[in-house]
C-alpha cells in the first residue's frame, strides 16, 4: 500500500518542511476527526507531545483541525507516547494523538494516532485519513455552534505516574537503591523520575532539562553513553536511558554494562515464566533480535517469535499468538498486561522488580545469554532508493552467499529517516565486519 504522509509509525518529517507543515497537521486533524466522529455524544480527543520547539506549532494546527469538525480538545502537555495511549482508554477519548519524532533530533517531529482503545491505527484507517486529507474536507465542518473547545488538563502527569507505580509489586521497594535516570530531555522529564522517587530509590537525574532544542543530543537510549559513564561516576545500582518519547529505554547495570531490550525480553520471559503469567509459550521479537535471545529462549522450551521492524509488527503479533511479553532490541518493549504500546518506564520497572524481588545485582541477574556477534551500521542517502539499484542487490546476494547458512544479514530501509540500515551477524566476527563493510561501500557509491 503507497502512502503519501504516514510512515511506519505516524506521519513524520522535518518540523515546517513539506513533509509537516502547521498546514498538514491541521488537515491530519480535520480528517481524522470526521472519521473518529462517530454518534450523538460530545467527541473527545486527547493531544501530548515531547518537548521540541516545533511542537507547540503543531499542537495549535492540530487544535484547528479537531475543532473545526466539531471535536473538544484535552491537552496535556509533555507526556510519554505511553501515557497519551493510557489516557486515551482512561478518559473515554475517540482519538488520542502524540506529538513526538520519538528518538530523532529536535528538528524533526512527527503526530502517531491512537484509536480509543489505546492502539496505534491500521494500515487501512491511516489510508482513510491520507484520502480525507487530499481531498474531502470541504465537508464535514462543524456548524458554529458545534465547534469544539480546547483545554488544558492539569493532572495528566499526576495520574501517569499512579498508574506507572501501580505496575510495580506491592510488597517490593527500590529503598536503598541508587538509578540513574536519563530522560533524554524528553517527554518523561519529570514523570520517570517522580516514579522511581515515590517507589524509594535515591536517583541522579539527566537528561532533564528541555530548551526545545536539545531532545535526543547526546543523550537518552540512542546515546547512552552519557548515563553509563554516571552510573559508575556515581557508584549507582542501576541506570536507565528513555528516548524522546519514552516509549523506547535501554539500561545499564552497576558497572556501567548495557543491558538492552534482547537482555530485557529474556529477562522478563524467565521471570513471567517462574510465575506462572507468560502467555504465548514465548516472546514476540523482531528480525533484528540475536539469536543469542533465541537460543537462550530454546533452552528453556521457550519460542522467538520474529515479526519485521517496528512495534506495530510486534504489537499485531502478540495479538495473532496472544503473547503477552513483545519488543525490540531497541528498547522498544510491549507488556500488554499492562499498556497497549511500548513504554520505556514500565519495562524499566519490571527489570526492577526482579533485581529488587532476588535482592541480587543488576550485573548478576540481567545477562542472561552471550549475544552472537552482531554489527549494525546506517547509510544515510538522498535522492533514489539504493535498494533499488542492481549494483547493491548484487552485492547484498554475495554477502549472503559468504555468511552462507552461518549467520544472518539484514538490510532495509528505515522507516522514519532517509537511511539504509544494515545488520549482520555471526559466531564470526571477522566476516560479519567484512560483510558489513562490503554492503555499507556498495550503498554509499549510490547514496549520494
Avoid at 539527566?206 to 548515563?227: L, R
Wanted: glycine share 10%.
Amino acid at each position: 500500500m503507497t502512502r503519501k504522509f504516514f510512515g511506519t509509525d505516524g506521519i513524520r518529517g522535518r518540523a515546517n518542511s513539506p513533509a509537516l507543515t502547521p498546514e498538514l497537521a491541521m488537515k491530519a486533524g480535520m480528517a481524522a476527526g470526521r472519521i473518529f466522529t462517530r454518534g450523538d455524544h460530545r467527541h473527545r480527543v486527547v493531544i501530548g507531545k515531547d518537548t521540541r520547539l516545533s511542537g507547540y506549532m503543531i499542537e495549535s494546527a492540530l487544535v484547528a483541525g479537531f475543532t473545526s469538525v466539531g471535536m473538544d480538545v484535552f491537552q496535556f502537555g509533555p507526556l510519554p507516547t505511553p501515557a497519551v495511549a493510557m489516557l486515551t482508554r482512561s478518559l473515554r477519548a475517540d482519538l488520542g494523538v502524540m506529538i513526538s519524532a520519538s528518538h530523532n533530533q529536535f528538528e524533526d517531529n512527527g503526530v502517531k494516532f491512537f484509536g480509543p482503545d489505546g492502539q496505534k491505527l491500521s494500515d487501512e484507517c491511516e489510508a482513510s485519513i491520507e484520502a480525507l486529507m487530499m481531498n474531502g474536507l470541504q465537508e464535514g465542518l462543524a456548524e458554529p455552534r458545534a465547534i469544539g473547545r480546547a483545554k488544558r488538563i492539569d493532572d495528566a502527569q499526576a495520574r501517569y505516574i499512579e498508574f506507572a507505580k501501580q505496575t510495580f509489586p506491592k510488597h517490593l521497594r527500590l529503598d536503598g537503591r541508587r538509578i540513574v535516570i536519563d530522560c533524554a530531555h524528553g517527554a518523561a522529564y519529570k514523570v520517570a523520575p517522580a516514579v522511581l522517587w515515590e517507589l524509594g530509590a535515591d536517583i541522579v537525574e539527566i537528561g532533564v532539562s528541555p530548551n526545545g532544542f536539545n531532545i535526543n543530543q547526546e543523550c537518552g537510549s540512542t546515546a547512552p553513553d552519557a548515563m553509563m559513564h554516571k552510573v559508575r561516576e556515581m557508584r549507582a545500582d542501576f541506570g536507565i536511558a528513555l528516548d524522546g518519547d519514552a516509549d523506547r529505554v535501554v539500561m545499564a547495570d552497576e558497572n556501567g554494562q548495557i543491558i538492552d531490550g534482547d537482555q530485557i525480553l529474556a529477562l522478563i520471559a524467565r521471570s513471567w515464566t517462574k510465575a506462572g503469567t507468560l502467555r504465548g509459550g514465548g516472546v514476540v521479537g523482531t528480525v533484528m533480535s540475536n539469536a543469542g535471545l533465541e537460543r537462550y529462549l530454546t533452552g528453556m522450551n521457550l519460542k522467538l517469535a520474529r515479526a519485521p521492524v517496528g512495534d506495530r509488527y510486534v504489537l499485531e503479533m502478540m495479538h495473532k499468538g496472544d503473547f503477552n511479553v513483545g519488543g525490540e532490541q531497541s528498547g522498544h518493549i510491549i507488556l500488554n498486561d499492562f499498556t497497549t504500546t511500548g513504554d520505556g518506564l514500565i519495562a524499566a520497572l519490571q527489570v526492577l522488580a526482579v533485581i529488587a524481588g532476588e535482592n541480587r545485582k543488576a550485573s548478576e541477574a540481567a545477562h542472561l545469554f552471550e549475544p552472537l556477534p552482531q554489527l549494525l551500521h546506517n547509510v544515510r542517502f538522498r535522492g533514489r532508493h539504493p535498494l533499488e539499484e542492481p549494483r547493491v542487490t548484487e552485492r547484498i546476494r554475495a554477502a549472503e552467499a559468504r555468511l552462507n547458512g552461518s549467520g544472518r544479514l539484514l538490510v532495509r530501509k528505515s522507516g522514519t529517516e532517509p537511511v539504509i540500515r544494515i545488520m549482520a551477524e555471526s559466531d564470526d566476527i571477522a566476516l560479519v565486519q567484512e560483510v558489513v563493510r562490503d554492503v555499507a561501500s556498495a550503498i554509499e557509491d549510490v547514496a549520494n
